[in-house]
């Protein structure tokens, strides 16, 4: 206190404020190249697939036609997987990973904590294509075993939802695809809410406590609500892998450009169709609208993120906080 | 301070010399396209390396990539599956020629049914392929097998999800035999494909195949040989069932129409020998008919007239099926004709 005071009073140096600037204007640089690179590669993209645009207009969006024969493209099947396999797997992954993140700040014996944290960083760690093949070799055939035909035969018989849940055994599809994509996304969103997590300040838990809350009611009106904007900028994070995700997907999710309702039957994504077809794309009206696709894949992850914005923004409305 | 100044003079003098003497005694040559033929290009260039010291660098980037970089001037040959038409060579001053070949092979995963037992012909394999034919015991599969007791699993195709010249012959294969094929689907290295999942790649196909009980598939032969899957026969234009093997594909290349097609410009599927096998296929060399640099272009001649003459064992080591004697020949006088050498 007394240093702090004493810088304070004396007369400080001018060097120290342009330091201060230069300081400033370096790390601003730094966030302002971030911006100029997402600009970039959005523009680039957009630019990349004008052609694809300027042919099928509007209909680029609703077409399902993928038809490299006669050079019709349409963006909607891949749009449709990229989104339906990107909710499956935030639909399994939230609860889960705010599971395994309570367990480890609240429940678990302090000798466990660690050992588990550091297995999730390690899930975390594992490149893509390993998740893909572990899908494709294990988890698949498992699915056409045992899943797939329960799910056909239970729920598949439903009225309404029973068009979700009917189809062929393949192990292979969206409902796979999914699940793979959840089990990559868990060790994401699960570290940023075991982070966050720990922060809340233990007398306010312990009021909690005091009061006769139960861990249950601690975590639901305590530690979630105190936690919340860290926690779903975690979810975030998971959403943007789930909807990028390539090569794991391309492995399960069975790659045909058709529009179904089943999660059963096999579908294709975005990043899926730009990874199998950029190598052999042999007009430049193909390769456009692959770089299209990729723009979309952009507009896409803008819109959820901005849909998703606006539901917190809500959320705190109607809650009282803003 | 001496020592260490001379011994640096003395290491820059000695990678000099090796940079130039390289230089002097070695062209390096590249090329681009056809992950089909890389296995054998590649064989082919270390053993020509050996013999000349001619490097020969090439990278399977695809067959459309590698048309693209040939045309932009960037490599010396580039090589496709799929051969370009002879305005498109003359507008761009190409030329092409095939260097090796190769089958495809429907592979199938039938209960009960063993590698071979299972016998197809065109109209049947595109139906099943368009999704008309649903089950294993649908009668247009019966009657071409009597005696073979097929279940009643349902079928589920399985086709490439990445643009491929093994697409690209198959379905030319299917646009031959089948008008309905033709006309709902057409042929290329990507189609629209209306049943079936996708894989990427032989690999790809190759595992759903082994996974899905009722898969059918398509893959080069090497590939069905190395991982042991069961393929089904094929009957040709000539109505006999064909085994496919390397001496029914040679078969193929042969009996194909080769006098006939300017600037090699044929698709030897469905070709007419009684023995061939009906999905053949080949990739063919790009290359200026009046080179940019005339001592690279006269190595890659050198290259590809030593892998046609002494190169085929080494292709056959692979599965690749050698040109025919008469091929070569044609080849040949192809580049005597058509090439500023």
Redesign the interface.
């Known amino acids: 206190m007394t240093a702090l005071a004493a810088i304070l009073k004396s007369d400080r140096p001018r060097t120290d404020a342009a330091g201060d600037r230069i300081f400033r204007l370096l790390v601003g640089g730094c966030a302002l190249l971030v911006a100029l690179a997402l600009l970039g590669t959005a523009l680039s993209m957009a630019w990349g697939g004008r052609e694809a645009f300027a042919t099928f207009g509007w209909k680029f969006l609703t077409s399902t ?6 050079h019709h493209f349409g963006a909607l099947v891949p749009i449709v997987g990229t989104v339906v396999t990107a909710f499956i797997a935030m639909l399994l992954a939230v609860p889960v990973s705010f599971g395994i993140a309570l367990f480890l700040t609240e429940v678990a014996p302090a000798w466990l904590r660690t050992p588990i944290a550091s297995a999730i960083e390690l899930l975390a760690g594992i490149p893509s294509i390993i998740y893909g093949m572990w899908g ?2 294990v988890f ?2 498992f699915m ?1 075993a045992h899943v797939d035909p329960w799910v056909d035969a239970h729920l598949g018989a439903l009225p309404v939802i029973g068009m979700f849940f009917s189809g ?1 055994p ?3 599809g969206m409902l796979t695809a999914g699940i793979v994509l959840a089990i990559m996304v868990i060790p994401f969103v699960t570290s940023v809410m075991r982070e966050v997590f720990l922060t809340v300040p233990s007398r306010l838990k312990e009021s909690a406590y005091a009061l006769g809350a139960t861990t249950w009611e601690v975590a639901w009106q305590i530690v979630l609500p105190y936690t919340r904007q860290a926690v779903i900028g975690g979810i975030f994070l998971g959403l943007g892998r789930a909807l990028g995700e390539t090569m794991a997907v ?2 399960v999710l ?5 529009l179904t309702a089943s999660l059963l039957m ?1 579908g ?1 994504s975005i990043a ?1 169709t730009i ?3 950029f ?4 007009s430049e009206l193909y390769r456009s609208s692959l770089v299209a696709l990729g723009f979309l894949l952009f507009v896409v992850t803008f819109i959820v993120l901005a849909i998703a914005k606006l539901m917190l923004r809500r959320l705190d409305r109607k809650r009282g906080f803003a | 301070m001496f020592h260490s100044t001379s011994s640096r003079i003395r290491l820059a003098a000695f990678a000099a010399a090796a940079l130039f003497g390289a230089a002097a005694h070695a062209t390096d040559i590249t090329g681009a396209g056809s992950t089909f033929v890389y296995p054998v290009l590649s064989k082919w260039s270390a053993a020509y390396a050996a013999k000349t010291g001619n490097h020969v660098n090439y990278q399977s980037i695809g067959s459309g990539g590698g048309i693209a970089q040939i045309k932009a001037g960037t490599v010396d040959f580039g090589a496709s599956d799929k051969p370009l038409a002879s305005d498109e060579l003359a507008k761009a001053g190409l030329g092409q020629f095939p260097v090796v070949i190769g089958g495809i092979v429907p592979v199938v995963n039938v209960q009960g049914i063993a590698s071979g037992q299972l016998k197809l012909d065109g109209a049947t394999l595109a139906k099943i392929f368009l999704g008309e034919i649903k089950t294993w015991n649908d009668p247009a599969i019966a009657g071409l097998n009597p005696g073979v007791k097929l279940p009643d699993t349902r079928i589920t195709v399985v086709h490439r999800s990445d643009g491929s010249g093994t697409t690209f012959n198959f379905t030319d294969y299917l646009s031959k035999v089948s008008p309905g094929w033709k006309s709902k689907v057409g042929e290329g290295t990507a189609v629209q494909w209306p049943t079936g999942i996708g894989g990427k790649g032989n690999e790809g196909v190759a595992a759903y195949v082994k996974q899905v009980r009722g898969g059918i598939g398509y893959v080069e032969y090497a590939y069905a040989l190395q991982n042991k899957m069961s393929y089904a026969l094929l009957r040709n234009s000539s109505g006999r069932f064909v085994q496919p093997n390397l001496d029914s594909f040679a078969a193929a290349a042969a009996t194909a129409d080769w006098a006939g097609a300017r600037d090699f410009n044929l698709v030897m599927t469905n070709a007419p020998g009684a023995q061939a096998f009906p999905i053949a296929a080949t990739t063919w060399v790009i290359l200026y008919k009046r080179p940019k640099n005339a001592e690279r272009s006269k190595v890659a001649f050198d290259f590809f007239k030593w892998s046609l003459e002494h190169g085929q064992p080494l292709a056959k080591s692979l599965d690749y099926v050698p040109l025919p004697e008469s091929l070569v020949q044609r080849i040949e006088s192809y580049w005597k004709t058509q090439f500023a050498q």
Do not use: M, R, S, Y
């Open positions: 036609d993928w038809d490299a024969v006669n494709l070799f698949a055939p056409a062929p393949l192990g292979l391309t492995f069975g790659n045909a450009h058709e096999p294709n899926a990874a199998n077809e190598t052999e794309a042999d």
